[in-house]
């Protein structure tokens, strides 16, 4: 399946690897999410419903990387064969559900 993001999801994701590069003065943890989630992608385009947690009353799939430190959230339409990222946050944010 291909993966794709939603705009709310790659400014989650661009504003998280801003702030770490700020706050760290380098680059290397953001180097580290942007490996964990180019992992994910990888492992979600074969199997999205794998280690996933499910919402029913969304229809949404959350997974986490980096030892649960992120979240991200996804829907699958198995019609269109795409998996949409549509969150990307910090689980220290308020969850989703």
């Given at each position: 399946m291909k993966v794709k993001w939603t705009q709310e999801a790659e400014r989650n994701y661009n504003d998280t690897?801003?702030?770490w590069d700020e706050r760290n003065?380098?680059?290397s943890y953001s180097d580290k999410i942007t490996k964990a989630l180019i992992d994910l992608e990888k492992e979600i385009?074969?199997?999205?419903?794998?280690?996933?947690?499910?919402?029913?009353d969304l229809n949404i799939y959350r997974r986490t990387i980096l030892k649960g430190?992120?979240?991200?959230?996804?829907?699958?339409d198995k019609e269109k064969n795409?998996?949409?990222i549509?969150?990307?946050?910090s689980s220290k944010?308020?969850?989703?559900?």
């Open positions: 690897l801003d702030y003065g380098s680059f385009s074969i199997d999205p419903y794998a280690l996933s947690y499910y919402n029913k430190k992120f979240l991200v959230y996804y829907k699958v795409i998996i949409e549509r969150h990307f946050r944010q308020k969850p989703l559900f």
